[in-house]
């Protein structure tokens, strides 16, 4: 199992990337995100090791977010990432504080515990779509994504820490508004 810390978007809003979802599973193998049955979301950490247990994730988040109220995210554009299935995902407009969380956990847990594309300066915020592309599909989901046109606000307004798979909540606190 592996743990990860999360902001998650439980707000009304998060339809609108549920809906994004429902448009990019017909590009998958499977619907992705939806069989994960958890809601959009940030990931700042996944840890596979036992260096970072429950309790030291946790309180590195709980450190991360003090003082941080919900984000209220935009989306413009739709990207991906390259690889055998190719994923697509929901790029955040500029916005800080999901750096500054990310920034304050690394602080506090070693990143080499991390796995890797989620350590400082390999990190990139995305809100994943699917995760499952057919090879087959590639280059429609592509256009998908280049085609996108829209502008989408999200607030995200949980944060938590969970284990998967599959996706167990085992702390949460809702963020003031």
Sequence with gaps: MALAINIRADDDSAGEIERLWDQ???????????ALGYRPHFTFAIYDSPAADEKA???AMLAAIAGET??????????????????????????????????AISAVIDPTHCRPHYRPGAWTPHCT????????????AIAFAKA?????????????C???????????????S
């Design 24 to 34: 990019v599973a017909v590009f998958e193998i499977g619907p992705s995100m939806r």
């Design 57 to 59: 994730a946790w309180d």
């Design 70 to 103: 919900q984000l209220r995210i935009e989306f413009k554009r739709i990207r991906w990432f390259e690889g055998s299935p190719l994923v697509l995902w929901a790029e955040p407009e500029g916005h800080e504080a999901l750096a500054r969380i990310h920034g």
């Design 129 to 140: 779509l699917g995760t499952a592309i057919a090879d087959e599909r590639r280059d429609d």
């Design 148 to 160: 996108f046109d829209r502008r989408i606000e999200v607030l995200f307004d949980v944060a938590d």
């Design 162 to 176: 969970v284990v998967f798979p599959p996706v167990r909540i085992i702390a949460e606190r809702k963020l003031p």
